[in-house]
């Protein structure tokens, strides 16, 4: 699944199981696999959610409050960022719009608001997407995919 590449993210060339395409190959003969920097407040949830992208292929990196999702992403250099809005310590909105201004990786907002307004502001602050909590496992690893192939593109 995990098909975007990202170049700080080389690792030695292995044969793949039959059928898995969560990495892609490089010139010089290393595989590449796509990093997933995890923003999320609650713990249950962030270790729910790097296990399913690591079974999905994915590199992933969890951190728990803003400042520590500010501080590691200039310099982990991930494909996208999963950013949980409610952060126990900075706002979700300004997390967004720093973030925004630092990577250029995809910001896929995730929070438990239903209210059609906090989407339209995840957008405005430089996210990509916004999934509502509680969500399906496939729904957001379908979203991931969707906003991994839209940054290889260009969009």
């Given at each position: 699944?995990n098909?975007y590449?990202?170049?700080?993210s080389?690792?030695?060339n292995t044969p793949a199981?039959l ?14 696999v796509a990093?997933?920097l ?9 270790e729910?959610?790097?296990l399913v992208l690591e079974?999905?292929?994915y590199?992933s ?7 520590q999702v ?5 310099q982990?250099?991930?494909d ?5 809005l ?5 706002p979700?909105?300004d997390v967004c719009r720093?973030?925004?201004q630092?990577?250029s990786?995809?910001i896929?907002?995730?929070s438990?608001?239903?209210?059609p307004?906090a989407?339209e502001l ?5 996210a990509s997407?916004?999934v509502r909590?509680?969500f ?11 906003r991994l192939?839209?940054?290889v593109?260009g969009?």
């Amino acid at each position: 699944m995990n098909q975007y590449p990202h170049p700080m993210s080389a690792v030695p060339n292995t044969p793949a199981p039959l059928g898995d395409d969560t990495s892609a190959p490089l010139g010089d003969g290393k595989l590449v696999v796509a990093r997933v920097l995890v923003a999320e407040g609650n713990p249950a949830t962030a270790e729910m959610v790097v296990l399913v992208l690591e079974h999905a292929g994915y590199q992933s990196m969890r951190t728990g409050t803003g400042r520590q999702v500010l501080a590691a992403a200039p310099q982990w250099h991930p494909d996208l960022v999963l950013l949980d809005l409610d952060l126990p310590d900075l706002p979700g909105p300004d997390v967004c719009r720093r973030l925004h201004q630092m990577v250029s990786a995809p910001i896929l907002a995730v929070s438990t608001e239903s209210d059609p307004e906090a989407a339209e502001l995840a957008m405005a602050c430089g996210a990509s997407d916004y999934v509502r909590k509680p969500f399906r496992t496939m729904d957001l690893l379908s979203r991931i995919e969707s906003r991994l192939a839209g940054s290889v593109l260009g969009g």
